[in-house]
């Protein structure tokens, strides 16, 4: 696998190009296991949609061929829709059980997504934030984006001191989202996620950007300015943030 990597010069984010979905998968997958591997009790952040999910199918492929386990690991997700149930199929408590835990051997009490159905929902963030402080903070964390800038569901506008807190999803990422769903009437309204301030205290991040239509948003994170209105672009004061992408930027 031929891969480039560059460090930019005005910024801490180191770029890993690669030519496709497979390979930037793979490369994804390889930084996920030297993390997992790292510590005796490794603590990681996942992300849901479309991008990681090759990366999930490779990490389960390694976990079958019994080169690596979850036993210790402990995981927190990034976000998860408010009133859908874990059964809900458009759930993320249903697309990490699909996708990854279902098939491999990390503890289920071990894993944590917040609860997007309990009745204080403040009080669930609050409860949350103190879980993954009580865990040490994430060593590791994977991240995608969204075309506005979005990283978890923190939209754009977020403030960078950010925690746990309930969103309201704009009608943009709704719309996006709603290619998952029946119709976009049944797309939440909101959402609970990661803050910005929790995202930025991960030791490690991995950024997944796949595909040409966020090279636009991705042009700005890289190389434009650090703003609220930009999310993800707090990323470049983050001092160890790795962005793989199959974008040419
Ligand atoms: P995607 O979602 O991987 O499905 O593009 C990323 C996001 O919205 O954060």
């Known amino acids: 696998m031929k891969l480039s990597t560059v460090r930019m010069e005005s910024e801490n984010v180191k770029i890993i190009k690669t030519k496709n979905n497979e390979e930037l998968s793979n490369k994804a997958a390889e930084l996920f296991v030297q993390a997992l591997q790292r510590k005796k009790q490794p603590v990681i952040g996942l ?40 059964e809900h199929p458009t759930s993320y408590h249903y697309y990490m059980e699909e996708k990854l835990f279902h098939a491999i051997d990390i503890k289920k009490e071990n894993t944590h997504i917040p609860n997007g159905l309990a009745e204080d929902l403040e009080k669930e963030c609050e409860a949350y934030e103190q879980k993954i402080s009580r865990a040490g903070h994430l060593d590791f964390l994977v991240l995608g984006i969204g075309v506005n ?12 001191d950010s925690r746990t807190h309930v969103v309201t999803l704009t009608e943009s990422t709704r719309e996006v989202n709603s290619r998952f769903f029946e119709k976009l009437a049944d797309v939440p309204k909101e959402a609970i996620t990661m803050g910005l301030s929790t995202i930025m205290e991960a030791k490690e991040i991995m950024l997944l950007v796949q595909g040409d239509k966020k090279a636009d948003i991705l042009n700005k994170v890289i190389h434009g300015e650090v ?23």
Do not use: W
């Open 149 to 160: 800038g979005h990283i978890g569901f923190n939209e754009p506008g977020t403030s960078f």
């Open 47 to 86: 992300a849901t949609g479309s991008t990681p999910e090759r990366m999930y199918e490779l990490l389960i492929e390694q976990y079958r061929a019994g080169k690596i386990s979850f036993e210790q690991a402990i995981s927190f997700n990034l976000d998860e829709y408010v009133g859908l149930s874990v």
């Open 227 to 249: 703003t609220e209105d930009i999310p993800a672009s707090i990323l470049q004061r983050h001092p160890n943030t790795t962005v793989i992408t199959d974008i040419e930027i």
